[in-house]
């Protein structure tokens, strides 16, 4: 009998905003380089986001974790939407996602891409990743609000470390530091958070002495922002905090750039649940609608989620697709350029050999 082709069940959350646009777009090459490379992906589209809100006071239905839980991977465009506070719909969506299925790693890779422009004057090789801890740290819900209504009214919200969830967030970094400079900087803020940070730094330290060929720098988060934009080439691996990491790859992927063209993944390492793949970019109201969103950032977190899947080849020749594209001088109009979603995707697929519209 012929062998069976590959097969991957990926759950699809467009989203909000331009997540309506981009993951379309994406989808259209993911399609175009299974074929190339002899796998198929079977889509199972999900309406949940903002609208479904409005409409029913939820982000996803009651049962929505349990229909995700036996797919392959979760692709997920942008949440979030004017006229609902953004704790709704990320913690109505996005974050039990990460939660419920240990997506203890967020994934963050930042390099300056062909054609792209950086805003400093000498960026220095910018190459980087962030393992940022994903399920705990700052972002916890133990907390509350109290004398509410009164002129006395507080808030305050606790923030969780676990002994385990440190190791195993800079076990993820020292393995992936290990592939590349073995450099590994950890963010911290242990002069004044003295026992969080405190703990994170040890524990850190303690994971890191095991792998005997790793440099291990703690370098303070305000001087961590500050050597970012200085010496940029001087970072490689950075392990962080929730908190630290969510707004360090945001500002290292200015710094590249764009944040348009910076992906995530959301990574449950042992692989007992799916993991999620999506753009750092959020939802952008302010150009919805319009055709002009750049699609690199959700592309990118396609080929991430390829290389997830095992199909490392058809995740590199995704990338050099885009980067071939971004080469040639096509861009969008975040990047200076003059493309629209369509046209730049269309340029990729040109890359990829097919145009094939997209597969419900």
């Known amino acids: 009998m012929p062998e069976q082709p590959r097969r991957h069940v990926i ?4 989203g909000d905003g331009i997540g309506q646009e981009v993951v379309p777009a994406a989808i259209r090459c993911l399609d175009a380089v299974s074929v190339r490379h002899g796998f198929d992906m079977t889509w199972r589209h999900h309406d949940w986001g903002s609208d479904r ?6 982000m996803m239905p009651a049962d929505g974790l349990d229909q995700l839980a036996d797919g392959d991977a979760i692709f997920l465009g942008a949440v979030g939407a004017p006229g609902i506070p953004d704790h709704v719909t ?85 393995e992936v530091a290990a592939q590349r400079s073995g450099l590994v900087v950890s963010a911290t803020k242990s002069n004044g958070l003295i026992h969080t940070m405190c703990l994170w730094d040890e524990v850190v330290s303690e994971v890191i002495a095991g792998y005997g060929d790793l440099r291990l720098e703690h370098v303070l988060i305000d001087a961590l922002a500050a050597r ?18 969510d707004i360090l790859s945001d500002l290292i992927a ?26 750092v970019h959020g939802s952008a109201p302010d150009i919805a609608g319009q055709g002009a969103a750049n699609p690199i950032g959700q592309i990118w ?26 080469r040639d001088g096509t861009r969008t109009r975040d990047l200076g350029g003059s493309a629209n979603t369509a046209g730049f995707t ?11 519209e997209a597969v419900s």
């Open 346 to 356: 269309d340029a990729v697929l040109d890359r990829l050999g097919s145009r094939k």
């Open 53 to 58: 809100y409005r409409s029913d006071g939820t």
């Open 254 to 279: 200015a710094l590249a750039g764009s944040i348009g063209v910076a992906p995530s993944a959301n990574l449950n390492p042992t692989r007992d649940f799916p993991s999620m793949f999506e753009p």
């Open 11 to 14: 759950d699809v959350i467009a």
């Open 90 to 174: 990320l913690w109505g969506l996005l974050i039990p996602i990460r939660r419920a299925f240990l997506q203890y790693v967020n994934l963050r890779p930042v390099r300056i891409l062909p054609g792209v422009h950086s805003p400093l004057t000498d960026p220095g090789g910018l190459d980087v990743i962030i393992v940022r801890e994903n399920v705990e740290g700052e972002y916890s819900e133990v907390g509350g609000r109290v004398y509410r209504g009164r002129p006395e009214e507080g808030a305050f919200q606790e923030a969780i470390f676990t002994r385990a969830g440190i190791e195993r967030v800079a076990r993820f970094a020292a």
């Open 301 to 326: 977190a396609g080929a991430m989620m390829l290389d997830h899947l095992g199909e490392a080849a058809a995740a590199a020749d995704l990338i050099a697709a885009f980067e071939g594209v971004l």
């Open 228 to 245: 970012a934009v200085l010496k940029p080439g001087s970072l490689d691996v950075i392990v962080a905090s929730n908190l630290f990491g």
